[in-house]
């Protein structure tokens, strides 16, 4: 019986021992599959990491590309916008070189309309005109995009002035263009007169025909900028149209509106300005445009403070006096 007895628990300990055994094969087996599958989890968030990386990365470096094509466009369109309202060029391409062997001499300024003269004569004169005075005087300019980084400059030095007072006298200024870092990318500085008739500033685009590129005409109206203009008058619309061989550009300037003052300061100087506001629609090989513009005036100086904005009021471009001498 004792014999019997013992027999019978030897082998219920091996029955045990057996299931126990088994379990534990099971229980490697289901942990190798729990590894498995922790592994498969591990390596699908690494090559997903990876992937998200990468398309940032590729991300990133489509938007810069954009961004850096949708800067150069509109550094165009700044720089044929500062043609028409300012006679001289401010290109705002860094990548743009300009070689011209010879300085042109720029074409003879138109005189006042008597239209214009009509129109503020009755009023007296408000002071300076709104454009330099001074031989000598160079002014500074920064093309600035939205997030006010500074892609480019243009330096305008006042090279001569036929005076004969000072509400009557012609100027003629020579503008270099410059890259970022204020290296000169023009060989020759580009020349452009201005006219000043009893106060009068005439802004003619005409002047600059030929000077950015052999070929190069101009046509349209000038802009005029009397000395006694107040907040609410309206000025006189114009057009520009430029033509390079078979390439035809049209600048149509309306709603020109005085809508306020402003003291802007550049190097030290407080410059009580004007704010002249204006529609400007473009058209070029059939593609039309449209922009708002915003520019600060100040009186001895000229342009003060250019700003562009889209139609639906975003701002686009900036392009702003930074450094003044001989003021």
């Known amino acids: 019986m004792k014999t019997r007895l013992g027999l019978l628990v030897m082998a219920l300990m091996l029955s045990l021992g057996t299931a126990d055994l088994h379990a534990q094969g099971i229980l490697r ?59 001289a060029v401010a290109f705002d391409d860094a990548s743009l070189s300009i070689d011209l062997d010879d300085e042109p001499e720029a074409s003879a300024p138109k005189g006042i309309s008597p239209e214009v003269k009509a129109r503020f004569a009755a009023r007296p004169s408000g002071g300076k005109p709104f454009y330099p005075m001074k031989e000598g005087m160079v002014l500074t300019y920064a093309s600035k995009t939205t997030k006010g980084e500074t892609d480019s400059y243009s330096r305008m030095t006042i090279t001569k002035i036929d005076w004969k007072d000072e509400n009557n006298y012609t100027v003629e200024a020579s503008t270099e263009l410059l890259d970022a870092e204020r290296n000169v990318l023009s060989t020759a500085p580009l020349t452009a007169g201005v006219i000043v008739e009893d106060g009068i500033v005439s802004f003619d685009p005409t002047s600059m025909a030929g000077l950015l590129t052999e070929g190069m005409q101009v046509s349209g109206d000038n802009f005029y900028l009397p000395d006694n203009i107040e907040v609410g008058d309206q000025l006189p619309d114009y057009k520009v149209v430029v033509s390079i061989g078979g390439l035809k550009t049209t600048s149509d300037n309306t709603s020109i509106k005085v809508t306020g003052k402003e003291t802007l300061t550049v190097s030290g100087h407080a410059i009580d300005c004007y704010i002249i506001e204006s529609s400007v629609s473009a058209k070029a090989i059939g593609i039309k445009s449209e922009m708002k513009q915003k520019v600060w005036y100040g009186r001895g100086i000229g342009q003060v403070k250019t700003e562009g904005y889209s139609k639906k009021g975003k701002l686009m471009s900036v392009n702003e006096l930074v450094e003044v001498t001989g003021l």
């Open 29 to 87: 087996e289901v942990g190798r599959g729990v590894a498995r599958r922790a592994v498969n989890r591990a390596e699908r968030k690494v090559v997903n990491k990876i992937n998200q990386e990468v398309d940032k990365a590729v991300d990133k470096a489509v938007d810069k590309a954009i961004d850096k094509a949708e800067k150069k466009v509109q550094a165009a369109a700044d720089t044929l916008a500062q043609a028409a309202e300012e006679a």
